[in-house]
């Protein structure tokens, strides 16, 4: 692999890192080997300082992996059907404050640059509601898929990414939940991650089953008193199409 080539890639993939390294940066992070505030393990089992990915580090690790996977390992050119479509569908439930159920839409893109690894994008509309909240959303999350099994018929994966996304009002409203009266703002982050699995239709379909973890806080920008936060937990199913 030429210098030019590998210098390339890095310029290009630390161009996609910026967002969420910046993301990562802002806010007051747990101690190491510590939960977010009224957090169990279960709740969030990534979440735990330093990992934090629930927070843009949802994507910032995981793509430094990718980073380094494409950097030091050959392109294979045996890989057909790189690109794949989905459509997905699925429910989260907050555990804290107010417990936001979050209703999600995202349609999304894959490219598979190894057998075990893709890296995707996906575009979200979101409906949160509860007793003070009721609002809608959309945005936009790049995220990198692992396959640690990718057999043709069934594949098991590990997603990870963080984005933005803009809500018609501010997210959360004051909850009052232990005493906090904070109001969030319309821009929020929205760091994603969970496991999955690809079960195969036909030859171009493959159904979707998966579980995530998803949070949504603005990194506390302007401050902290604008930053409650959002957490819950979920599942989706998708159906997937790949293209020819």
Excluded at 114 to 131: C, F, L, N, P, T
Excluded at 173 to 199: C, H, M, Q, V, W
Aim: overall charge positive; some cysteine.
């Amino acid at each position: 692999m030429s210098k030019p080539y590998i210098l390339l890639k890095v310029i290009v993939l630390s161009a996609w890192l910026l967002p969420a390294s910046v993301l990562t940066c802002l806010g007051q992070q747990p101690s190491i080997g510590q939960y977010p505030p009224f957090t169990k393990w279960y709740q969030n089992p990534l979440g735990i300082s330093p990992v934090s990915l629930h927070t843009g580090n949802g994507l910032y690790i995981p793509a430094l992996a990718a980073t380094a996977i494409l950097i030091f390992t050959r392109k294979d050119s045996t890989i057909r059907n790189r690109i794949s479509f989905y459509n997905d569908l699925g429910i989260s439930y907050g555990y804290y404050a107010s417990k936001t159920t979050v209703y999600q839409n995202n349609i999304g893109i894959l490219y598979k640059v190894r057998k075990y690894m893709s890296i995707g994008a996906e575009i979200s509309a979101v409906h949160v509601k509860d007793e003070i909240n009721n609002t809608w959303g959309s945005g936009i999350r790049p995220f990198v898929r692992f396959y640690p099994i990718h057999n043709e018929s069934f594949k098991l994966f590990f997603q990870s990414g963080a984005g933005l996304i803009l809500f018609a009002e501010n997210f959360p409203k004051p909850s009052g939940f232990f005493g906090d009266y904070r109001e969030g703002t319309r821009l929020n982050g929205s760091p994603k991650y969970g496991i999955g699995a690809d079960i195969k239709i036909n030859k171009r379909l493959a159904a979707q089953l998966s579980i995530w973890h998803i949070h949504f806080s603005n990194g506390d920008h302007p401050s902290d008193d604008r930053n409650p936060g959002h957490d819950s937990n979920g599942f989706s199913v998708a159906l997937l199409y790949q293209k020819p």
